[in-house]
């Protein structure tokens, strides 16, 4: 059975970072394309980076040259820089062309001044 555990979420300012960890388990991430996804009150949960089995990495626009998602051994990662309010949102990881239904709890991500 595929868990999905994502953790790493706070409050913090604007211009400020974090590290989102998703530990995985019953699931090969380095054989699939995995994706960082979130969802933003009143808002549908969107895919926001993929990194594919090649390690080439995809980002939305919105978060292209700020955010890096990366993988090492069951756990992939999501590096937030420069945060900006409009991140503000609970992030999840899944498998991006078969996400499994059972989804993590997410991480809740605040970005306030």
């Known amino acids: 059975q595929v868990q999905l555990a994502e953790s790493g979420g706070g409050l913090v300012q604007p211009g400020e970072s974090l590290r989102l960890s998703c530990a995985t388990s019953g699931i090969s991430i380095s054989r699939k394309t995995m994706a960082w996804y979130r969802q933003a009150p009143g808002h549908q949960r969107e895919p926001i980076a993929q990194i594919h089995p090649s390690s080439t990495t995809t980002y939305a626009d919105s978060v292209k040259g700020r955010f890096t998602i990366s993988r090492a051994g069951n756990t992939v990662f999501l590096q937030m820089n420069s945060l900006k309010p409009e991140d503000t949102a609970v992030y999840y990881c899944?498998?991006?062309?078969?996400?499994?239904?059972?989804w993590g709890q997410g991480t809740q991500v605040t970005v306030s001044s």
């Open positions: 899944n498998s991006y062309y078969d996400p499994n239904s059972n």
